[in-house]
């Protein structure tokens, strides 16, 4: 049964609680008179000069004077000035005689109908100069604005600039008017007024420095790298001019791995790059199990060929999953469960 | 100050507002230009001298008795400090609109209108707020074609209107409707500058009357 028509009792569920009281100035006055009358008599009891009592001391001596020991420190008894204390409020938008301050005011969101309005203004300007420039015949300046180095605003800090909330297709508009904006060849006219809306990115791009070889007393050039796979660990050092001698933790690849697999996931960078002869391999891991062990090893040696080889190669490398490092682990057992997947068996009765 | 009200009211043109445009000036703006036969609105016929060629002729001299009734009535509202808010549902002239409303010291919505806006103001905006005095219709369709909100809402809320109606719109509801031309560049820009001009002329003799006040 929907109810349909609701009563004005029903509607106003708690009769007690109001909305957010609206602080008039006077109030706001008062309670900055009352807190300063406070912050003296409390300088006062503390035996501190009343005209240099700063906020910490405020805060210390009320801590000394009302101890708590509830958690949460929001919950505790504070003494603040009131402006931090009453939230700021939206302030009357029009004068005495009910004339609004801004000339958008009747559309309900002045402030970014204001700020669309004088970026259109801006985009109509650099138009302007445009023509200008084209009927005088001189080039148009083409300066690729970075746009890899930086971003626009976020809806958050929007509204924060704005003080007013937006909506999700409202923010959108804006954007697609700056990129408009920017994407004029006359734009740099502009600049400034665009870079308010735009922010740097740190270059987050971590190119990964490949480590030049390393050359030891014979004059052999080598090279380390680390890599693991689940819970193992391995460090692998590959010295050029080699044989194809691979030694696992001092013993032999034969010994420590019986299995062809495992051996086969060693071979395979050296395979993959063609230089199975060439080089030479000491290795130490530990932790995991026989699998685990040898994907480590694998991409630790993958590492360490990264230094012997061109660019290029590399890139083929990185392609083909060698230098990725193997984000799967055990997957953990959940209550009401057999395994990390398995259900119980389900009876019918 | 009682003075000050009830003289202009006494001249049937106090701001000589016939002086600000001529019949040579509309044509050439192509204000009397509508649209096509088939758009045509039953209300808009007492208003169309005829149809060339399927395209509807709005007629001039009953275009500048309309316009100088609204121009006359915008201009003694703003004389008395009311109100006036530009509204048009139009993106090409949305920028031109806001400008002059910004720079007559008016206000202007060119944008989406929500629903509550006039009906619901002191739950949107805060109480205590004052309603325009005067809405100023440059295009009274909206981006669908059909009747601008507003019309219907400053009806309800008794706010007088002024609108530029085409061919297509429904004069209905407007208290002052100017028949013309809304979408060409050259006719609103002559909107434009003749209702900024009556402002700008009705503001500056109200200073002048009040300052002569002061002064005996």
């Known amino acids: 049964v929907r109810l349909i028509c609701t009563t004005t009792a029903v509607q106003r569920k708690n009769a007690g609680a109001s909305g957010p009281e609206k602080y008039t100035e006077a109030f706001i006055k008062k309670q900055i008179e009352e807190f300063n009358l406070g912050k003296r008599h409390l300088a006062n009891m503390m035996g501190e000069d009343p005209e240099t009592f700063t906020q910490e001391d405020i805060d210390r001596a009320i801590a000394y004077l009302f101890p708590s020991g509830l958690f949460d420190k929001q919950a505790r008894p504070m003494m603040k000035h009131p402006n931090e204390v009453f939230p700021e409020q939206r302030k009357i938008q029009w004068g005495e005689d009910g004339r609004p301050f801004h000339f958008l005011f009747y559309t309900g969101k002045q402030s970014y109908y204001s700020l669309m309005h004088e970026t259109y203004e801006k985009f109509l300007n650099v138009q302007k100069h445009q023509d200008q420039l084209i009927a005088q015949g001189l080039p148009l300046q083409k300066e690729k604005r970075n746009l890899a180095g930086s971003r626009w605003l976020t809806k958050i800090e929007l509204e924060e600039m704005l003080l007013e909330k937006l909506s999700d297709d409202d923010y959108s508009r804006f954007i697609q008017l700056l990129q408009k904006l920017a994407a004029l060849p006359c734009a740099d006219v502009e600049e400034n007024y665009i870079q308010k809306f735009s922010k740097e990115v740190p270059v987050q791009l971590q190119k990964v420095v490949i480590e030049p070889l390393q050359y030891d007393e014979q004059g052999v050039a080598f090279s380390t790298g680390e890599g693991k796979r689940k819970t193992a660990r391995a460090t692998a050092v590959v010295y050029d001019n080699g044989t194809g001698k691979i030694t696992v933790n001092g013993t032999d690849i034969l010994h420590h791995f019986p299995v062809l697999q495992d051996r086969e996931q060693l071979l395979f960078p050296f395979q993959f790059l063609g230089r199975i002869g060439k080089h030479d391999m000491v290795c130490t891991v530990s932790g995991g199990g026989r699998s685990a062990q040898a994907g480590a090893i694998r991409l630790a040696s993958a590492k360490a060929l990264r230094s012997f080889v061109t660019e290029k190669e590399v890139e083929f490398m990185r392609q083909a999953g060698l230098l990725t490092v193997d984000p799967r682990v055990k997957e953990r057992k959940k209550p009401g469960q057999e395994g990390p997947r398995r259900k119980f068996t389900w009876k019918k009765r | ?216």
């Open chain 2, 1 to 216: 100050d009682d003075k000050l009200l009830t003289e202009p009211l006494s001249h049937p043109d106090f701001f000589s507002v016939k002086e600000l445009f001529t019949l040579k000036d509309l044509f050439d703006a192509r204000v009397h230009l509508g649209h096509k036969k088939g758009c045509r609105h039953r209300f808009m016929e007492p208003y169309i001298f005829g149809c060339r060629l399927d395209q509807d002729i709005i007629d001039l001299d009953q275009t500048m008795q309309h316009l100088q009734l609204a121009l006359n009535f915008t201009a003694h509202v703003a004389y008395r400090g009311g109100i006036i808010l530009f509204v048009s549902r139009r993106r090409q002239f949305c920028h031109l609109i806001e400008s002059t409303a910004r720079a007559c010291g008016e206000y202007a919505h060119t944008r989406y209108w929500q629903g509550g806006l006039l009906t619901n103001a002191h739950v949107q905006f805060g109480p205590g707020v004052r309603l325009p005095d005067l809405l100023v219709f440059l295009n009274t369709l909206n981006n669908v074609f059909e009747p601008h909100v507003a019309i219907r809402d400053a009806a309800k809320m008794s706010i007088p209107t002024v609108g530029v109606v085409d061919t297509n719109c429904n004069p209905c509801l407007i208290t002052y409707p100017i028949p013309g031309n809304d979408d060409s560049p050259a006719a609103m820009e002559l909107y434009c500058k003749l209702f900024r001009m009556t402002i700008v002329r009705a503001k500056d003799k109200r200073r002048q009357s009040e300052a002569i006040e002061e002064l005996r």
